[in-house]
């Protein structure tokens, strides 16, 4: 049991893995174990494979500067990786955003009739905002319309992407001075990979700059999209409440795991088990019903719009197998470790791929079409249920925990419940920052990795940072460990809030931590932010506000995108593990101390959790002092 | 006597043992902070190439009958009776490189050192610190073994069998 | 069995160790005209600069000659041996025997041979004691004369300029070490010295030196005068042979040894800079007095005084330095005056950077590198083995001449000191 409390601080995770160990069945622990040492140059950033003369690698410790076989610097190998893992990050972001227009675009004209338009409000928001006409309109030509416009956002060759737009007047202004203003969402991608082909770009600023832009074309452009697109398909989430943790799954009904990222399949899902056909199928298996739970991102979608059960984060995906309960695990895109085909294997467990961008040796792959959205995902379900009675009964080992959440801010919502119930509006938000009862804000975020104890990072941060009075904001991993912890129920307020905090959670009825969502969403945040500087009196740009972000545990080359796009929006950002970018000395001081004067915001590394919450507060009361602000209340 | 030993075969020249030395050698003996010291650490094995274009990861060979010992003119260096490790003093190093000149392997390497304002003749000392030497543990594919002629001699002849026996069953 | 060392240096500590390694019980006896311990020769230049203390650069530590066990007995000089008596008598009178004896009475430094070379001021550059007038008068004085530019005379006004001491090199050739590196390099050298405030002048003698009982003037051969208050030789050693003046033991420029190290009278050896051996690199019988062949011959002659095991194969001219961080070094027959020799030379003075390395027909026999010295003792093995370079040559002058490169053909020959061939590097199997 050592073994597994020094790798997680959640209980249902320390008892899997003791299962894991006993069962001889390897986990990625197990695997970031056996690859130790890792290479110090690949951590340093310093090897590049980019062409055919190398592979080549820098000594970081000869005394004479050396350079690849093609004279690019280390500076140059540095920045050019770093914007490569930006751009992977942001083109999953982004091609999740194209897939949702997709599905909006089949729905609008009627081809995909598992889906329909749920928020007719937000639609015409966004028509207003793309100029679609609206009146005298039936909703689905709005749609299709504004789908082809939006669609026109990634392949847009002239001019600039609109969301960006939405941000506080003089951080545009910024973007544009500094030229990273992004023109299309598919082509600043496009272009970080040309720039960084052998003989482009070989200046470390000017290569970082435009890894910005391309961050920026995913954070106000690809998952803005997904974001608002989601919200329009599958409507937009208002509070809720609902269980986290593996003890969501069921030791006697037909446990479904959907895992992935997009919820044009998981929402489907949601109808889909409630099927009566299915249901009663379920029955004849013996089973009591068909308990659908999420992991991962898609979790947090469908837990963010119907309260469906989240069982676990990027870590827990293996464990959740381990159980011995889950009937069948789906999966779509991204973060879906390849080693669970072989912990499936163990178990009765059934794997299926569904999109035809992720396949599996060995694995069943049924392609998941939005045109026959509901047949084939009740295809899918069906082959659950028929695994039902092949659970090995004496090898069921469900853990206990079970925890209860509140999720489904969004940043339209925030307002309503900050505003108390008649106006909604931001100012008792701004207020209570301004009048010192709340510090500020933090939006803590990202993924797990097992380099960092599994929610160690996230709950050890969140509860630093809430009690000292700043109000957190989570999404993704970072929200699902935070509920685990029972950080995401009101009366973590009474049990881990500052007295200031305390006080607004309990006159407005909300957590210390609010769960504002999937990774996409953490575009929310952005507009959140945007609203706060509206509103007045603290500042006039995102990089004015007392706020700080951090990923303590991030792992994917998607949270190196995020991270970079706050940056660009003029938030301080800190992150656990450093950016594998330490090799050059010129790219982490420009990353993490010059960035600054150019965009308002920078990066720390500080794998310590405690510590970099208290540099997040410590930039925080930086800004309240330029804001010249009330001091704190309660502290 | 225990020693560094290399299987040529699986050396891929990745250059793990001389970070893995450098930071073994360094003040924070951390990866990432001691790319920030100064000066920078040594790494006292160096990956070299054979005519062939082949690897050859090269450190001290802690010879029976050490050239360096008699070319010291500051008596800095020293067969240690018991573990047979040829160590040599860096304090008391005057950095004359009359080992550098003597050492048939070229192993021994004028570097700046914490605490020393002129370079000093530095070498492998085995990592007298660790069970294992840095090098060692770091090497990603065990082309770098630690322990007696014997058990190399071995180790290699039942690598090489089983690699025979692989082809065979493979058809 | 009776074992006596005359000399506490280099050759003598190495031979007590030579001997213990093969008789932990006979005794042995070692006789000093010093009065201590020993101490690293060489590092009379560190001690002069300040960065080494007496205490730092004692050569063992000083349990040494009880832990093995030998009469030390300081302070007194030896002035004639008794060969057919097998003994020897002392400045006293006194006198020791001996069964098997090693004269490792090391060399002094040669004299000008000028009037008033006695007096108080001038001094050689080999002892401690040498050291500590040094630094005493040139402390008061604050500048100081140096006449010879070989590597003693460079040390000694490198250990000065360092201490704060302002030296005039005074060489009688046109350029520093004349004796040790060719041309060009001696060039380099010297342009480095000057660039770091050390003042060289070249074609000087000097020709009388001038004062009371102490050091007041010096009169250059140029009819130049200098005032100064010390002046230190450094005009090379000669073979302290006269104790065995009036013996059968045969001397040319140092005592003949064999490739035993034994003298032509049985059971007698010398070594160290007392000592005439065969040079590997030319062949020639020379006396290089440097202490690394000192610790090995008086090694090698202290275990053959025990049991003739071990063939001394040969001394070698090997010489580094480093002034001012530019390192120097040189090994072998490099000042080339004979036919039948090749020389490649890669040569970038600007950058104080030179490398040349001479062949005879296919054998490397001398080598010089400056700046870049690493993987220099690969070329001292491949002169030593006296192998067949000509499959290297194109790369011999190359920074990335390396052992891996040239191990075929180090690895063939035998008894490299037994170093090389053994921990098997690699076993290939097919």
Known sequence: ?635 | MKRVFVDLDRCLGCHSCMIACAVEHSLTKELFKAVQETPLPKTRIEVKTTEGGGSFPLQCRHCEEPYCIDACIAGAIRKDPETGLVLSDEKKCVGCWMCVMVCPFGVIRPSLIPDRREKVAIRCDLCQDRETPACVEACPTDALFFGEAEEFKKAVMSRARRRENALLNSG | MRYLIVGNCAAGVNAIEGIRRLDKDGEVTVISNENSLAYCRCLITEYVMGTRRKEDILYREKEFYEKNRVNLILGKEVVRVDVSKKRVILQDNNSLSYDKLLIATGATPKSLGIKGEKKYGVFGFRTLSNAEEVIKIGEQVGRVVVFGGGLIGLKAAYGLKKRGIDVDVMVKSSRVLSQVIDTEAAHIIGRWLQENGISIRTGIAPQEILGDKEVEEVILDNGERVRTKLVIIGKGVMCNTSLIKNSPIKTHWGILTDDFLQTNIEGIFAAGDVAETRDIATGNRTVNALWTAACEQGKIAGMNMVKMIKRYPGSIGANSADFFGLPLISVGYVRVKEEGYEQLIKSNPKEFKYKKVVLKGNRLVGFTAIKDIENAGVYTALIRKKVDVSSVKDILLEDYLDYPKVRELLEEKEGLRESISMQGETIKIA
């Open chain 1, 1 to 635: 049991m050592d073994k597994a409390k020094k790798r997680s601080i959640d209980r249902a995770s320390q008892y899997m893995l003791e299962r894991a160990d006993k069962e001889n069945i390897l986990t990625a622990w197990d695997r970031l174990e056996t690859m130790q040492p890792q290479c110090g140059f690949g951590q340093l950033g310093i090897c590049c494979r980019n062409c055919s003369m190398g592979p080549c690698r820098i000594d970081p410790f000869a005394e004479e500067e050396q350079t690849g076989v093609c004279g690019a610097s280390r500076d140059t190998i540095v920045a050019r990786n770093f914007i490569r893992m930006v751009a992977a990050g942001a083109a999953a972001h982004s091609d999740h955003g194209r897939d949702i227009t997709h599905a909006l675009w089949l729905a609008a004209q009627g081809k995909a009739d598992a889906y329909g338009i749920k928020d007719e409000e937000k639609l015409k928001t966004l028509a207003r905002e793309y100029n679609v006409k609206i009146d005298e309109r039936s909703k689905e030509e709005i749609a299709e319309e504004l789908a082809v416009k939006i669609f026109a956002e990634f392949g847009r060759q002239h001019g600039e992407i609109r969301m960006p737009l939405r941000a506080p007047e003089k951080r545009i202004k910024l973007w544009r001075e500094l030229g990273i203003m992004p023109r299309g969402v598919d082509r600043e991608i496009v272009e970080t990979m040309h720039r960084t082909h052998i003989g482009v770009d070989n200046d470390y600023k000017n290569i970082l700059m435009h890894g910005f832009r391309t961050a920026l074309s995913d954070g106000w452009g690809g998952s803005m999209i997904a974001t608002d697109l989601s919200d329009v398909l599958f409507k937009t989430p208002e509070p809720i409440l609902a269980r986290s943790n593996l003890g969501t799954l069921s030791p006697d009904e037909v446990n479904v795991v959907v895992h992935g990222h997009e919820p044009t399949l998981s929402d489907v899902v949601v109808d889909v088990v409630r099927d009566p056909e299915i249901v009663e199928l379920a029955r004849k298996k013996g089973a009591k019903g068909v308990n659908l739970v999420g992991m991962c991102c898609t979790a947090n979608e469908i837990l963010m719009r119907h309260g469906i059960p989240v069982a676990g984060n990027f870590l827990q995906q293996e464990l959740a197998i381990l159980t011995g309960a889950v009937d069948l695990m789906m999966v779509d895109v991204q973060c879906i470790m390849p080693a669970l085909s072989s912990v499936a294997s163990a178990f009765h467990t059934k794997l299926v791929t569904t999109s035809p961008k992720n396949k599996a040796p060995g694995v069943t792959h049924i392609e998941f079409k939005e045109e026959e959205a509901y047949e084939i995902a009740k295809k899918i379900i069906k082959m659950a249920v028929e695994n039902f009675p092949n659970r090995n009964g004496n090898d069921i080992h469900i853990p206990d925990e079970n925890q209860d959440l509140v999720a489904g801010f969004t940043a339209e919502n925030i307002y309503n419940f900050l505003g108390g119930t008649y106006r909604a509006t931001y100012r008792p938000l701004n207020d209570a920052i301004i009048q010192g009862r709340l510090r500020g804000l933090a939006g803590v975020v990202g993924c797990n990795n097992p380099k960092i104890k599994h929610n160690f990072g996230h709950v050890e941060m969140a509860k630093e940072l809430i009690k000292n009075d700043v109000l957190v904001v989570v999404t993704g991993c970072s929200a699902i460990a935070d509920a685990e912890a029972g950080l995401l129920t009101p009366e973590a307020a009474f049990k881990y809030a500052g007295k200031g905090l305390q006080e607004v959670c309990e006159a407005v009825g909300i957590p210390p931590v609010l769960h504002v969502g999937s990774c996409v969403d953490n575009s929310r945040i952005l507009i959140a932010l945007t609203n706060v500087v509206l509103e007045g009196g603290l500042g006039e740009d995102i990089s004015d506000l007392p706020v700080a972000g951090a990923a303590p545990e991030w792992m994917s080359e998607k949270a190196v995108s995020i991270g970079c796009y706050f940056v660009a929006s003029g938030v301080f950002t800190v992150l656990g593990n450093p950016f594998p970018i330490l090799g050059s000395k010129n790219v982490t001081n420009f990353l993490c101390n010059e960035v600054e004067n150019l965009l308002g915001g920078r990066f720390a590394f500080e794998a310590d959790p405690v510590k970099a919450a208290h540099l997040m507060i410590e930039h925080i009361d930086k800004k309240r002092k330029v804001l010249k602000l009330k001091p704190l209340m309660y502290h």
